[in-house]
Nanobody, 126 residues
Framework: QVQLIESGGGLVQAGGSLRLSCAAS????????MGWFRQAPGKEREFVAA????????YYAVFVKGRFTISRDNAKNTVYLQMNSLKPEDTAVYYC???????????????????WGQGTQVTVSS
């Protein structure tokens, strides 16, 4: 089992920044691919970003590219999502997810991920 705990969400004005963290515990492995997804009220969950175990492969949704940065510290079993230039449409619950592999399919598909955190609320005011 892998436990994922997100933190760093909150209320921020448009144009502001937040840094989300996701701490993994339990059967952790630096080999896991990690992803961030979000879900706004009344909308389906959508992919935000993902990072391979070595940080050699990084993927972003088109709508966050250039504003968000995903990174990881394997020594701390933690993945981060730095969010800059936030917009009201970024308001959502943000979820961290772990893909344990060993075969890695498309990073943007939620079904690829085996473990999910409880989520952290991000609210961007206009």
């Amino acid at each position: 089992q892998v436990q994922l705990i997100e933190s760093g969400g909150g209320l921020v004005q448009a144009g502001g920044s937040l840094r989300l963290s996701c701490a993994a515990s339990g059967r952790t492995s630096s080999n896991y691919r990690m992803g961030w997804f979000r879900q706004a009220p009344g909308k389906e969950r959508e992919f935000v970003a993902a990072i391979s175990w070595s940080s050699g492969n990084i993927y972003y949704a088109v709508f966050v590219k250039g504003r968000f940065t995903i990174s990881r510290d394997n020594a701390k079993n933690t993945v981060y999502l730095q969010m800059n230039s936030l917009k009201p449409e970024d308001t959502a619950v943000y979820y961290c997810a772990a893909d344990t592999g060993p075969v890695y399919g498309p990073a943007h598909l939620g079904d690829e991920y085996d473990y999910w955190g409880q989520g952290t609320q991000v609210t961007v005011s206009s």
